[in-house]
């Protein structure tokens, strides 16, 4: 849905994709924002900025959310940029790749740090990538459903939604449930997310 330059939004909130170098963080974003898809995207360098926005009902009138997506270069050497990259922060992503455990265990690399930087109660959803690669992964390429929910529990988390950029699966539906999310942990006003 497309909105007038001078439209302001009901609400701006600041989103952020963490995780590893190559899990699909600027696949998730470009997939929202330009409704498309790149398998040979380049890794990010430092910080992208997206913004998309989500038409919503606020007491019986169309609005919209603006969503403002910062998307962090997940390579070691950008590390040291996270201060400033979350400082602000509405809502997380926590990202990884459904047959990379590996990019599931970095996660808690990333989670110490919103924890560090007084964070971790923030809204966040972990994101699992590529699902459209999952069936023809071998079986010891696939991340055990166990290994996941394990996870959500050793950092008191649940939600969790399984994505795929390519075919553009659950993408919408991610940042949807994350307006929600932050629109209810704020106690703001709305009547219903379109």
């Not at 910080?47 to 019986?60: A, C, K, L, R, S």
């Not at 390579?75 to 602000?88: K, S, V």
């Not at 994101?127 to 690669?133: E, F, N, S, V």
Request: glycine letters at 6%; a negative charge; aromatic letters at 12%.
């Amino acid at each position: 849905m497309a909105f007038q330059q001078e439209e302001k939004p009901a609400y701006i909130f600041k989103l952020v994709l963490i995780g590893s170098g190559g899990v699909g963080k600027t696949c998730i974003a470009r997939r929202l924002c330009f409704d498309a898809f790149d398998a040979n995207t380049q890794l990010t360098i430092g910080i992208d900025f997206y913004t998309y926005n989500i038409p919503i009902i606020v007491e019986g009138e169309e609005t919209f959310v603006r969503h403002t997506i910062w998307d962090f270069g997940g390579q070691e050497q950008f590390r040291a940029l996270f201060n400033y990259y979350i400082d602000g922060a509405n809502g997380i992503f926590l990202v990884f790749e459904l047959i990379n455990i590996e990019t599931l265990t970095r996660l808690d690399w990333w989670y110490d740090q919103l924890i560090e930087h007084n964070l971790h109660e923030r809204p966040k959803i972990l994101i699992g990538t590529k699902l459209d690669l999952v069936q023809n992964a071998g079986k010891k390429h696939k991340i055990d459903e166990l290994i996941i929910d394990q996870f959500l529990t050793n950092h008191n988390e649940q939600d969790y939604v399984k994505t795929s950029s390519k075919e553009n699966v659950n993408i919408l539906h991610s940042f949807k449930e994350m307006t929600k999310k932050i629109l209810d942990s704020h106690e703001l006003d709305y009547d219903k997310i379109l």
